[in-house]
C-alpha cells in the first residue's frame, strides 16, 4: 500500500492544494511552505492514535482561523482527501466493499461504477478515504471523524473508517520535535506501543508489569514506616479499624494509563562509577543523534514485523552525519511500502531520482507538488555527481539567480554580501534573502535552466553579458526577472566599473601577499601604473586566475558602496526590491511598471507580473473535498 494523492481544503496554512505521490518520496521547498503540514493532514484520516488527541482539531488548525463563515451562518470545515494504492490481498479483503480504482497513468480514480478498464495494467485497486473537522455550534467544540469515500450509505452519509481500519493501512507519522519522546517511551502511538501491539504482548506485558510493581517495597524504612503507622492510628480515631487498612506506598497508581506516561528507558552513558558498573540514565540524557539512529532502528523492526508499512518522517538528518542519513534512508525505503520524507539535506535528496523529490508551492493559501525532473542538458550521471554543488540548493530555495558562469557565480554574491554591510538599508546578502545562486556554465544554458526552475515554481532571475535579440527574447522568456549588462564579459565590467582606488588598493594587497604570479612578475603592478596598463595586467591575471574567484575577492574588498560598479549595485537593488518589496510610495516614485522594462545603466530588468491564485471555503457536509 502506498499513498498515491492527497487532497486538503482549509487546514492551517492550507486553504486548497492538491499533491501526487509516486512511491518513495521526499517533499522539499521554503521553510513554512506547507511540507509538515502536509503529513499531519495525512496523520489526520490515516493516524491510528490521531483521533484520540481531544479536541481533534481547534481554532489554530483551521485556515487563516476561520471556522465559522459569519455572512452564511455556517461552519466552515477542515477536509482531507487520501487515495492509497497498492492494495495487499489482505488489504483487498478487509476493504472489499469499498474498493475503487486507480490509474496510475492519468493519476486518477477510474469512474464507474462498474469502471471500464480495471484489467489495465496501469491500474489497481485503491482505497479513497477523508477526514472532516468542524466546530460543533451546540456543544461550542470542535470535533472531527474520519470516513471512507466509497460508497454512500442508503441515506446519503458515509460508513467510519475506525482505527482498526486504519492499523491495515500501516501508516506512521515521526514529527521532528518530538520524535524521541513518542519513539522511545510506552504512550499509545510510539514505536515501542506499535511493536508491542504486533507481537500481540500487550496484555501478558501490562500484566507482568503490574505483578512486579505491586509487591515491590517502597519506602518501607523507619522513618517512612513510622509515618504511615502514625497516619493509621489517627485515622482510627474517627473511621472504623477495617478503614484505612496497612497504608503503603507504590511507585504510581498502578494503571496501565500511569505506566505508560511513567515507564522510561534507561541507557547506558559510558560512564562507569567506582565499583565498575556502567552508570544508566533515562533515553533524553542521550545525544540527539543517537535517540534519531535509536529512533530508525526501531522503524526497521516495525517494518520487518508488518508488511505494508507507510513511514513518513520529518528532516531524518537531524543530528546525523552524512553516512549515516544515506545509509538510514536506504534501508527504509528497502523495508517499508513507501518512505516519505521531509528534508533540507543534500544528502538525502542525493539519493532520490527527480521524479521522487516534490517540490512544495503555496501562493495565496493554494498548495501545489511539483515532481523535479533531470535539468536540461544534464545527464543522469553528471546530475548525481554534481547534485550536491550545483542543484540542491535551488531545488530547497524559493528564489533562484541563474547566473551564466564561474566568474559571476563568485562575483555576483561576494558583492551582495560586502554591499550589505556596507549600506544594511539598501542592500541585503543572496543567503539572507533566500536566493539561491546557479552556475548556467554558459550563456546557452541560461534560458533552458531558467524554465526549469520556474516550472518547479520558483522565482528565477538571471544575470549575464549582453545578447543577441534573439538570445535575450530567450531568456527574457524562459526567467522572470532578466538583468543584462551592457558589457560584454563580467571581468571586463568589474575591472572598468570599480573604482580605480579600490583596483589599486587590492592589487596591492595581492602583490604584498605575495600572490602574484610569477609569470607576470615583468608587469607587477605599482603605485604609479597607468590606471589603462593597471587593467590590462589585472585582466591577465583574472585570466590566469579564472575560476579561482579572484573577481568576487575584487569586489568583496571595496571600501565604499560606491567602489562597486553600478550594473552590479543596481541588480542586486533590483533584486532585493523583489524578494522584499519596498513601501507602496517608494515604488510609486520609482514609477516602475510591472511588466515594464527598467533601464539602469546598461541592466535590463524585466519584470513578469505573478501568476494570481485563489482560494476558496467549501460549506461543511461530511463529505471528501472536491478541489
Known sequence: MHLARVRVRNFRG??????????????????????????????????????????????????????????????????????VAGLSDEQLRHFRDHVEWWDTNAKNLLEGPPPEGTDMEHVGPALRVFFNGWYD????????????????????SYSRFSTPDKRKCGFLYLRTLRTGARALSLERGSLLD???????????????????????????????????????NAVRHYVPSDWAEQPHMRVSDLTRDMLRRTLTVF??????RPDGTNYAAPYQHQGTGTINTLVLALLSIIAELKQSVIFAMEEPEIALPPHTQK?????????????????????????????????LKRVAGVLVGLPAAYPPAVKPKAYRTEFRTRFCEALLARYVLVLEGRTEFDAMPAAARRLGDLDTASYKSLENLGVAVVDARGDTNIAPLGA????????????????????????????DHAYESATKGFENLVLHGVSETALRAYVAAVVTAGEWPPHLAANTPTAETPLADLRAVLSQYFGWAKGGGDAG????????VNDMPEYVRATLVAIKNVV???PPAAVAAAAVDVGEDVHVEGAVAVVAEPAAATSTYAKFQAYPPEL
Open 327 to 359: 545509509r538510514i534512508i536506504n534501508s527504509l525505503r528497502q523495508k517499508s511500502a513507501q518512505a516519505i520524507f521531509t528534508s533540507h539535506s543534500p544528502y538525502v535528496l542525493e539519493e532520490f531520482d527527480p521524479g521522487q523529490i516534490v517540490v
Open 452 to 479: 526549469f526552475f520556474r516550472s518547479l515554481g520558483k522565482v528565477v532571475f538571471a544575470v549575464f553579458d549582453k545578447q543577441t535579440p534573439e538570445a535575450l527574447a530567450l531568456i527574457v522568456a524562459a526567467v
Open 194 to 232: 506499535i511493536i508491542l501491539r504486533l507481537k500481540e504482548t500487550h496484555l501478558t506485558m501490562w500484566e507482568d508489569v503490574l505483578g512486579e510493581l505491586r509487591t515491590l517495597p517502597v519506602g518501607e524504612g523507619k522513618e517512612i514506616g513510622e509515618l504511615l503507622a502514625a497516619v493509621q
Open 267 to 272: 541507557m547506558g552513558t559510558g560512564a562507569t
Open 14 to 83: 492550507i486553504a486548497a492544494g492538491e499533491v501526487l505521490f509516486n512511491g518513495h518520496t521526499v517533499l522539499v521547498g521554503d521553510n513554512n511552505v506547507g511540507k509538515s503540514t502536509l503529513l499531519e493532514a495525512v496523520d489526520l484520516v490515516l493516524g491510528p492514535e490521531r483521533l484520540n488527541r481531544r479536541p481533534v482539531v481547534d481554532e489554530h488548525d483551521f485556515y487563516a482561523g476561520l471556522y465559522v463563515d459569519t455572512d452564511a451562518a455556517e461552519v466552515v470545515p477542515i477536509q482531507v482527501e487520501v487515495v
Open 580 to 582: 522584499e518589496p519596498p
Open 137 to 156: 455550534v451546540e456543544e461550542d467544540d470542535f470535533a472531527g471523524d474520519t470516513y471512507y469515500a466509497n460508497p454512500r450509505t442508503a441515506d446519503g
Open 553 to 560: 575577492d575584487l569586489l568583496a574588498s571595496c571600501a565604499f
